[in-house]
C-alpha cells in the first residue's frame, strides 16, 4: 500500500480481554517494527521482523505480549490478559531491507479500563 | 541503551533558531531524526551514518559526531510549521532504533 495502515485505530478493552492490533506495512518493506508510545512519553521499542523471523523480541515487556508476521507483510501484535498499564498507543513502522528512514501508521490507541 | 536529547524543550518566536543534540553511550551505526506532531505519527527527516556526515534540507540540517556518539538537528529561521516533538533515534548495528524521549518545539508567532 502507499503507507503503513494499521488497525483498529482506537480500541478500548476490559482488564483481563485480550487484544489484536494490526499492521500492514509499505508493499516491499521486508523490515517491520512495534514501538509503544505512552501519553507524553518517548517511543519504546517492543520487537522487529525482518521478513518473517523476528532477530530482536528483547523489548517484549511481559510473556503476555507477543506478534507474528505472515507472507512477510501483514503482522499482528497480541496482547494477553491486558492490564492498565498496557494502556499506550502502538505504533508499527516499515523500512526496506532494514535500512533508510522508518515510515510510521497512526498507530492504535490503546484503552485498558 | 536510550539516547539522550537535550534540551527537553525549546520555546522560540518565529525566525529564530534551534539545536537539539543528542547523546550516547555507546557506538552509533546511524542515527535517525524525527518530528511528531501531537496525534500524530512521528514523521522521518533524516538518516545520518557514521562517518561524521551532514545532511540537511531546507533549513532543517543535521550532524553525525561518530567519536563522540553524539549528534545534533539543527532549525534555522524557524517556521510555525517546525512545531512538535523532535526524536533522535539510533542504531547500534542491530538493525533497531532506540528513540531518545523527545524535544518538544514550540514556535510562536
Known amino acids: 500500500g502507499a503507507g503503513v495502515s494499521q488497525s483498529p485505530s482506537n480500541k478500548v478493552t476490559e482488564k483481563g480481554k485480550d487484544v489484536e492490533l494490526r499492521c500492514d506495512p509499505i508493499?516491499?518493506?521486508?523490515?517491520l517494527y512495534w514501538y509503544r508510545q505512552s501519553l507524553g512519553q518517548g517511543l519504546e521499542f517492543l520487537i522487529y521482523?525482518?521478513?518473517?523471523?523476528?532477530?530482536?523480541k528483547s523489548g517484549l515487556p511481559s510473556d503476555r505480549f507477543s506478534a507474528e508476521r505472515t507472507g512477510g507483510s501483514v503482522s499482528t501484535l497480541t496482547i494477553q490478559r491486558t492490564q492498565q498499564e498496557d494502556s499506550a498507543v502502538y505504533l508499527c513502522?516499515?523500512?526496506?531491507?532494514?535500512?533508510?528512514?522508518?515510515?510510521f501508521g497512526s498507530g492504535t490507541r490503546l484503552t485498558v479500563v | 541503551q536510550q539516547p539522550v536529547q537535550s534540551p527537553q524543550a525549546v520555546i522560540l518566536r518565529e525566525g529564530e533558531d534551534a539545536v537539539i543534540n543528542c547523546s550516547s553511550s555507546?557506538?552509533?551505526?546511524?542515527v535517525h531524526w524525527y518530528r511528531q506532531k501531537h496525534g500524530e505519527a512521528p514523521i522521518f527527516l533524516m538518516i545520518?551514518?557514521?562517518?561524521?556526515e551532514q545532511k540537511g534540507h531546507d533549513k532543517i540540517s543535521a550532524s553525525f559526531n561518530e567519536k563522540k556518539q553524539q549528534s545534533s538537528l539543527y532549525l534555522t529561521a524557524s517556521q510555525l510549521s517546525y512545531s512538535g516533538t523532535y526524536f533522535c533515534?539510533?542504531?547500534?548495528?542491530?538493525?533497531?532504533?532506540?528513540f531518545g524521549q523527545g524535544t518538544r518545539l514550540t514556535i510562536n508567532p
Open positions: 521482523f525482518q521478513g518473517n523471523s523476528a532477530p530482536d
Open positions: 555507546k557506538a552509533l551505526y546511524s
Open positions: 513502522a516499515s523500512s526496506y531491507q532494514g535500512r533508510g528512514g522508518y515510515t
Open positions: 508493499s516491499g518493506h521486508t523490515a
Open positions: 545520518l551514518l557514521k562517518g561524521g
Open positions: 533515534g539510533t542504531e547500534e548495528g542491530a538493525q533497531k532504533l532506540v
